[in-house]
């Protein structure tokens, strides 16, 4: 009688491990858009190295490489929308020069939970697509963004370092 119990128990696990891979599709050829442009951007040698608070004046054409902090150390100005896992980084950056209002994709190289701050809220993504097994990226998230300043934050990040690349989409 006791097998029954641990072979539900098996069969569940297995379910939900099958089901959460299911989930995240597996190839840079699995992106629900063209990432050719923000995967350049993340792997360029000319990322600019930028420390967790430190403010950008505009959009870099390169991705931005966001040294970042234990969530402890990181002084996120707003709680995250997800709560983050023990033993994560996290690190924050603020955009200072307002950019043109319109659609722009945010991009990291490695899994990380995303919080666009703009005008005191955080921004609702207007599309999302990820890929395991792609070098350079891992996730690009669309906003639509006002022409004012908007801070980015960073967390659940498994390193203390990400590749960042806010773009206008196309």
Known sequence: ML??????AAALLLLATTAAH????SGCDKFKWDIARERAALTASDRRKL???GDLAA????????TLRPLAEAK?????????KDGSFAGVTRL????????????LSTAAWI?????GRILKPIAFSGATDCDGIRKTVKYE??????TLQISGAPQAEISIAILPAE
């Not at 200072?96 to 991009?107: D, K, L, N």
């Not at 963004?145 to 908007?150: D, G, I, K």
């Open 145 to 150: 963004l006002a022409a004012q300043p908007f």
């Open 96 to 107: 200072t020069a307002a950019p043109r209002a319109g659609i722009y994709t945010v991009s």
């Open 51 to 53: 420390d967790s608070g």
């Open 3 to 8: 097998i029954r119990p641990f072979g539900a």
């Open 22 to 25: 299911a989930a995240e599709p």
């Open 76 to 84: 996120l100005p707003t709680p995250p929308e997800r709560a983050p």
């Open 115 to 119: 919080d666009l701050v703009q005008d």
């Open 59 to 66: 959009l870099p054409a390169s991705g931005v490489l966001l």
